[in-house]
């Protein structure tokens, strides 16, 4: 990673790398910052760094100056509490971490602003080839857990990506995620800028692509749904987006049906992957799935299907997850995410762990959602198993109504389109909500308990 920074401080030394609504701040000087980073961490003798801060140039410099330190670094969840905190550190053995946030410096944690200020102490030369980082995936269907990564590995695509001094990035994803990560190597491998919202919300999001004119933006499909429904709500002008990137969930073709309506000039693309993946497969022909020629891709990242679920393996796979066995670049993957091939498709049926068992019979919530989603006047919809007496569980939906629509209407109309599924996946319960909860923009998708 800092051979990415300093490659970019030497041939783009005014380029703006990183804005946020508090300050700008050039290659150089994030450069100049992550080279202080990594001095302090070898005169301090720190080998493993916990990280949470809420000014992303400043994660930015300490992963960097990790990488040159030879430092495993693993950034935290910003949402997480102080209990949370506590019980990563544990179980992920994190003696220190850095952090800007006071009631953790008062119990001990070092400041993340005093270990980038320079003390004068030597700067490493070059970062080992062993230098590692740990990536917590987001635990939206149980607890996260943390992939052990080298820098190495995760840098391998770098050298198919040419600078690109004319683009502005938002980031969408927080830095505690492999998306964020790679959208950051990305931004530095191309020596353009990233742009940084107050938060992650979608809303905010919205603001500062139209502030800074961000060119292209890369989320989570539940990240563009909202900013459908906030573009639909203000009325406001179009971002000028060139490029729109989805990932970290199913693309249903229902999203893609409006992105593409809503952006007809942006070149739209789908990236699948996985925190464990070490780097991500671009899809960019405007449908839903994968193409069935990846299943006999030779190329860095290979698939299969067995028993409709989809298996990978990865030349930038992690090493492991942190306190479990290692495992080997060369095996083959469990992915989770059940498949089925449609024609020249690899089409998503959900996670495995999301199946539906209705009397014995296995529903899968993703064609009912993509259907649903169809409906004028769902916003935002999602569908699970709720516990049943007799049968095990039956369909429920959940759906978040566009504004000035009527609620009776759609259901409805939900009631319509889903009359021709087989009555097992006929959803038994509609419910309105306000909202839904999401985990790092993504759906929440284990069932609500009320």
């Known amino acids: 990673m800092i051979e990415l920074l300093r490659?970019?401080?030497?041939?783009?030394?005014?380029?703006?790398?990183?804005?946020?609504?508090?300050?700008?701040?050039?290659?150089?000087?994030?450069?100049?910052?992550?080279?202080?980073?990594?001095?302090?961490?070898?005169?301090?003798?720190?080998?493993?760094?916990?990280?949470?801060?809420?000014?992303?140039?400043?994660?930015?410099?300490?992963?960097?100056?990790?990488?040159?330190?030879?430092?495993?670094?693993?950034?935290?969840?910003?949402?997480?509490?102080?209990?949370?905190?506590?019980?990563?550190?544990?179980?992920?053995?994190?003696?220190?971490?850095?952090?800007?946030?006071?009631?953790?410096?008062?119990?001990?944690a070092l400041s993340s602003v005093e270990l980038i200020e320079s003390t004068?102490?030597?700067?490493?030369?070059?970062?080992?080839?062993?230098?590692?980082?740990?990536?917590?995936?987001?635990?939206?269907?149980?607890?996260?857990?943390?992939?052990?990564?080298?820098?190495?590995?995760?840098?391998?695509?770098t050298a198919r990506i040419k600078p690109s001094h004319d683009q502005t990035w938002l980031l969408a994803y927080a830095l505690n995620q492999f998306g964020g990560l790679q959208i950051?190597?990305?931004?530095?491998?191309?020596?353009?800028?990233?742009?940084?919202?107050?938060?992650?919300?979608?809303?905010?999001?919205?603001?500062?692509?139209?502030?800074?004119?961000?060119?292209?933006?890369?989320?989570?499909?539940?990240?563009?749904?909202?900013?459908?429904?906030?573009?639909?709500?203000?009325?406001?002008?179009?971002?000028?987006?060139?490029?729109?990137?989805?990932?970290?969930?199913?693309?249903?073709?229902?999203?893609?049906?409006?992105?593409?309506?809503?952006?007809?000039?942006?070149?739209?693309?789908?990236?699948?992957?996985?925190?464990?993946?070490?780097?991500?497969?671009?899809?960019?022909?405007?449908?839903?799935?994968?193409?069935?020629?990846?299943?006999?891709?030779?190329?860095?990242?290979?698939?299969k299907v067995e028993d409709g679920e989809l298996y990978v393996r990865s030349k930038a796979s992690m090493l492991g997850y942190y306190g479990q066995e290692p495992i080997e670049a060369e095996n083959w993957r469990a992915t989770g995410d059940l498949v089925e091939i449609v024609g020249d498709r690899i089409e998503f049926r959900g996670r495995k762990s999301e199946v539906i068992n209705v009397g014995g019979v296995k529903i899968h919530p993703l064609p009912i959602e993509d259907r649903i989603g169809k409906v004028p006047g769902v916003d935002l919809v999602r569908v699970f198993g709720r516990a049943n007496a007799m049968v095990g569980s039956i369909v429920a939906v959940e759906v978040v109504a566009a504004a000035g629509h009527d609620t009776e209407e759609i259901d409805r109309a939900i009631r319509t389109a889903t009359a021709d599924l087989p009555p097992a996946a006929r959803p038994r319960s509609i419910r309105f909500v306000e909202s839904m909860g999401t985990t790092g923009n993504k759906l929440t998708r284990t069932a609500p308990t009320a």
């Open 184 to 303: 950051l190597i990305h931004v530095c491998a191309a020596q353009t800028t990233l742009v940084a919202a107050d938060s992650f919300q979608p809303k905010e999001g919205l603001e500062a692509m139209r502030r800074w004119g961000v060119t292209h933006a890369s989320g989570t499909p539940t990240f563009w749904r909202f900013v459908l429904v906030e573009l639909e709500g203000d009325g406001g002008e179009l971002p000028p987006l060139q490029q729109i990137t989805m990932g970290g969930e199913a693309v249903p073709s229902a999203l893609l049906e409006r992105i593409t309506a809503t952006f007809p000039d942006a070149n739209i693309s789908q990236i699948y992957g996985a925190t464990e993946f070490g780097q991500n497969v671009t899809v960019r022909d405007g449908l839903a799935g994968l193409p069935i020629s990846m299943l006999s891709s030779d190329g860095d990242v290979q698939f």
């Open 7 to 108: 490659l970019a401080a030497q041939q783009r030394p005014t380029q703006d790398a990183v804005v946020t609504t508090a300050r700008t701040t050039t290659f150089p000087e994030l450069l100049e910052q992550a080279e202080s980073v990594a001095a302090n961490l070898v005169a301090r003798g720190i080998t493993r760094l916990a990280i949470l801060d809420e000014d992303p140039i400043n994660v930015f410099v300490l992963l960097a100056g990790g990488s040159l330190a030879g430092t495993e670094t693993c950034v935290y969840p910003l949402a997480a509490t102080d209990e949370a905190i506590a019980e990563y550190r544990e179980r992920f053995d994190h003696e220190h971490l850095a952090t800007s946030r006071t009631s953790l410096l008062d119990a001990g």
């Open 120 to 157: 004068g102490a030597p700067v490493p030369e070059s970062a080992p080839e062993d230098a590692g980082l740990m990536v917590m995936t987001t635990g939206t269907s149980g607890k996260p857990k943390a992939a052990r990564h080298l820098w190495s590995r995760v840098l391998r695509t």
